[in-house]
């Protein structure tokens, strides 16, 4: 008989082995999804929603459900981490280019954190406003559908407030803007009974304007640009935007562009980065060049004695793209600038030495 003390220093239980490493794994990924959604309560939204929907197609455990831990497929969770840490990473890429857009960081938090985001929110008959969502869709303006562009973290549209537009205030989403009352003066000038007659040549003049409808019809669906617009020459503003013209007496138009007069042959260059949409002699405005900027904005170059640019050429700021002259209805030499959006004329001194992001 073996005495008590001997058999308790002899004895050696028998352990039941417990694998602890699948369950420490299982605890492991349960706490990393708890932080992510701690962190990042959107992202993880998102995320816990896809993963429901995939496991609704394959049959695999949804990501923190506890009743199916015990089924939880390893391979396939660290595929859905790495693509819920791949759209974090496109997100942040997104947000970071559109807010290089704006005038500070705190600007850009401030619009990007909005609903809606009117830029800017008061103007005057004739100018142009740039509008961002955060959802897609479109927007109504004065009866017509305005669809609104991916770009960034938003979606974007310009809204052209027409020249003959009534003030007041107009809902715009969930923002107000407001259109301010203003005085456009008139102007007269006296031509030739031949110049004159150019005005009744009609059929060349519509035969134009189908090349300029279709050459503005077609935009790039993202902004071309990245710094800001400049004049496009240097010269004596002879003509400013929204002058109520006059030829040889008799009312005319409404002069939806500003004159730039300069000696003939003077450089002209590009207002901003863009595409050459046309560049073609026409029958009034003589050699003219329209160059597109994105978004349905479209800068507008007229009566040059030369082109130097040719349709679908990409032009920087600044190049050199035609010569001043007095080409088509004209009366000396002179550059007639304009910017078009979505086919309507819209101010251009609001441009310069700016962006619509900064307005």
């Keep these: ?9 002899n004895f050696q239980p028998k352990h039941r082995k417990v694998r602890f490493f699948p369950i420490l794994l299982r605890l492991a990924v349960v706490s990393c999804v708890t932080v992510l959604m701690v962190l990042i309560p959107q992202e993880a939204a998102d995320f816990q929603t896809a993963s429901i929907e995939q496991s609704q197609s394959t049959n695999l455990p949804v990501i923190g459900n506890r009743s199916d831990d015990s089924a939880l497929n390893n391979e396939a969770l660290t595929d859905k981490l790495e693509r819920f840490a791949q759209m974090t990473t496109e997100k942040k890429e997104r947000r970071a280019k559109e807010a290089a857009y704006y005038l500070n960081e705190q600007i850009a938090d401030q619009v990007m954190d909005s609903d809606w985001s009117l830029i800017p929110s008061t103007v005057s008959p004739g100018d142009i406003i740039l509008v961002r969502h955060n959802q897609p869709g479109k927007v109504n303006w004065l009866d017509k559908d305005y669809k609104l562009e991916p770009f960034g973290e938003g979606y974007f549209t310009y809204l052209p407030i027409g020249i003959g537009t009534k003030p007041g205030t107009y809902k715009i989403g969930n923002q107000v803007l407001t259109i301010q009352a203003k005085q456009f003066d008139t102007q007269s000038i006296k031509v030739t009974k031949q110049m004159a007659s150019m005005k009744q040549e009609t059929d060349r003049i519509q035969a134009d304007q189908k090349k300029i409808n279709l050459a503005r ?35 005319d138009s409404r002069h939806t ?3 730039l007069a300069a000696k003939e042959g003077t450089p002209i260059h590009a207002t901003n980065d863009g595409i050459v949409a046309l560049a073609d002699n026409l029958y009034l405005t003589g050699n003219s060049i329209y160059i597109d900027h994105g978004m349905h904005l479209f800068s507008q170059y007229a ?22 002259g007095t080409t088509g209805f004209s009366t000396g030499p002179h550059l007639h600038f304009t910017f078009w959006a979505h086919n309507v ?8 030495g700016t962006t619509p992001f900064h307005w």
């Excluded at 009566?303 to 001043?324: E, F, N, P």
């Design 217 to 251: 019809s077609q935009s790039s669906p993202e902004f071309l640009f990245t710094t800001t617009f400049i004049q496009p020459v240097e010269g004596v503003l002879t003509t400013p935007y929204g002058y109520t013209r006059y030829v040889n007496g008799k009312l």
């Design 303 to 324: 009566h040059m004695s030369k082109l130097l640019v040719k349709t679908g050429d990409k032009v920087k700021q600044g190049d050199i793209i035609g010569l001043v």
């Design 1 to 9: 008989m073996i005495p008590r003390n001997e058999r308790n220093r």
């Design 345 to 352: 004329p819209v101010n251009p001194n609001l441009f310069f």
């Design 257 to 259: 562009a500003i004159d």
